[in-house]
């Protein structure tokens, strides 16, 4: 009995601090600079590294942010199929201060561009896949050990007793531990130009 308590009480503990860790990296993002020290700009030359290469060498989980620092450019946040057109006619959101703070609160792919057609067509734009945190799992109640089967003088089973009642074990059932994909993105600070019928955004200025 000792034994079960224990484990009981272990599997209890990893999963309190699983949850904790889950939170507290979606509470405290980390911020990665787009472009590093050049900033969201048109690459230029054959030393610039892609916006996208750079992105598959990062890992981007909710609560994250991406900082855009540019000058005389903006930054588009835009669907799959605007993203391969370069069409900046109807974005989800605009954002033109030159110091956009972008932060992620859901899975998934977004999709960025320059609000210069001429320069997204050059390589300023940015795909980033935001992953999903591993499923953390509720453990199940410990087993409930039932009273030991009668062992009387009688052959036969008494009258009103439940043949292979012995043990009896609790189940416990599992939340699916799947963060939610609302698809809304949160900003604070100042308000980016948004669009009639699309998603309000908002960046933060560092």
């Not at 990296?25 to 916006?51: K, L």
């Not at 605007?82 to 605009?94: D, F, M, S």
């Not at 609302?182 to 100042?190: H, L, P």
Request: hydrophobic share 30%.
């Amino acid at each position: 009995m000792a034994s079960l308590l224990t484990t009981h009480s272990l599997t209890h503990l990893f999963f309190y601090l699983a949850t904790y860790l889950l939170l507290s990296s979606m509470a405290f993002g980390h911020e990665f600079r787009v472009g590093g020290p050049r900033g969201w700009i048109e690459p230029i030359g054959d030393e610039f590294e892609s916006y996208n290469h750079w992105a598959t060498r990062n890992r981007f989980h909710i609560g994250d942010y991406l900082y855009f620092k540019y000058e005389n450019d903006s930054v588009l946040v835009v669907t799959h199929d605007e993203y391969k057109e370069c069409n900046t006619t109807n974005p989800i959101a605009k954002f033109t201060d030159g110091d956009t703070k972008f932060r992620f609160d859901r899975y998934g792919f977004f999709y960025f561009i320059s609000g210069e057609p001429s320069h997204c067509w050059a390589g300023q734009r940015l795909i980033v896949r935001v992953m999903v945190h591993p499923e953390t799992v509720s453990p199940g109640p410990a087993p409930f050990l039932g009273p030991p089967p009668s062992r009387g003088h009688d052959t036969g089973p008494s009258s009103g007793s439940n043949p292979g009642s012995g043990f009896r074990f609790g189940l416990g059932s599992s939340p699916s531990g799947q963060p939610g994909s609302s698809g809304a993105v949160k900003f604070n600070g100042e308000s980016a130009t948004s669009v009639p019928g699309k998603v309000a955004m908002h960046s933060e200025r560092l």
